[in-house]
């Protein structure tokens, strides 16, 4: 069911698994129509048809920024609970979870369209704004939160305090501070002061901003529309990839003629310097 925040402190949850609902007749993407009989969400995007070209528009309207690098109020996402319990799908509006493109990280990406009946409300709910025609998602965390993840970069393993971008390079001479490598994940791992543990996915291939910075705050910022994807929080990491293992699978086994590959190009010019690395290598495990 697709609930906002304001819902809930007005004790007014639906009696029934309702999917898609707003105060609008909108046109709908999902494979699951809205309903007029289901209590309206408040929405600050507006959908209208073109006859022009025989395309439909879809005219954003989510507080639309000035143009002056202000950012404008956030608001609460809508949710929806996906896959399993305690997995949620956030986006700004109705609309713009209509707007937004197929999932090419669900390894069956209609998971990720598909409500499913549950009773679980979110521990954590993000709000939205724009930013130069960005969409900026903010969560907040008790101070003391650690957060992992956020693909390859340059320094320690946790990530806190650090920005990311995710935006593949080529940096061969890479060091502590550089902020894109050769991997781009948008995923966070929040371990909690209390040690449970939540995962939060931007699913959304194009360059993306995740500002981790501020105590206990993850900022992303990238082009909309794009739905954030939440698991757990879980009582421990393992649970937490376990449930993200769900919905975008595992990693395959590489064949064994595969490895070494990319050394065999780069680094070992020769079959002699080849025999030397196996011969310290196997002298120095076995």
Same mark, same amino acid.
């Given at each position: 069911?697709?609930? /906002? ?9 639906? @009696? /029934? ?9 909108? #046109? ?5 129509? #809205?309903?007029?009989?289901?209590? &309206? ?32 109020? #956030? ?10 319990? =305690? ?12 707007? &937004? ?16 009946? /549950?009773?679980?409300? #979110? ?10 025609? *960005?969409?900026?998602?903010?969560? *907040? ?15 320690? +393993? ?13 940096? %061969? ?9 050769? *991997?781009?994940?948008? %995923?966070? +791992?929040?371990?909690?002061? $209390?040690?449970?543990?939540? =995962?939060?996915? &931007? ?21 909309? @529309? ?11 990491? $393992?649970?937490? +990839?376990?449930?993200?293992?769900? &919905?975008? =699978? ?6 064994? %003629?595969?490895?070494?590959?990319? *050394?065999?190009? %780069? ?20």
């Amino acid at each position: 069911m697709v609930l /906002s925040s304001s819902s809930l402190t007005s004790g007014t949850l639906p @009696s /029934s698994p309702s999917f898609f609902s707003n105060d609008r007749s909108l #046109p709908s993407l999902n494979p699951i129509a #809205p309903s007029p009989s289901l209590p &309206a969400i408040r929405s600050s995007a507006l959908a209208v048809t073109s006859r022009s070209k025989g395309r439909r528009c879809l005219i954003r309207r989510m507080n639309v920024s000035k143009g002056d690098g202000s950012e404008t109020a #956030p608001s609460d996402m809508i949710f929806v609970p996906i896959l399993e319990d =305690g997995v949620f799908r956030f986006d700004s509006s109705v609309e713009h979870r209509n707007a &937004a493109f197929p999932s090419v990280s669900f390894k069956n990406s209609k998971d990720r369209e598909v409500p499913i009946p /549950s009773h679980i409300v #979110p521990a954590f709910t993000p709000t939205y704004s724009l930013l130069e025609e *960005q969409q900026v998602v903010t969560f *907040q965390f008790s101070p003391g939160t650690s957060f992992y993840g956020t693909g390859e970069v340059g320094g320690q +393993l946790e990530r806190t305090g650090k920005r990311v971008f995710t935006w593949n390079t080529d940096a %061969w001479g890479y060091g502590p501070g550089t902020t894109s490598l050769y *991997q781009s994940h948008p %995923w966070v +791992l929040v371990v909690l002061p $209390t040690g449970e543990t939540l =995962g939060v996915l &931007a699913d959304t291939t194009r360059k993306c901003e995740i500002d981790l910075r501020k105590q206990g705050v993850i900022r992303i910022i990238s082009p909309p @529309s794009y739905p954030i994807i939440t698991f757990g929080p879980f009582s421990t990491p $393992t649970a937490v +990839l376990q449930s993200l293992s769900h &919905a975008v =699978g595992t990693v395959f086994m590489p064949p064994k %003629w595969a490895l070494g590959y990319h *050394q065999c190009r %780069w680094s070992y010019m020769s079959d002699k310097r080849v025999a030397e690395v196996s011969i310290c290598s196997y002298s120095m495990y076995f």
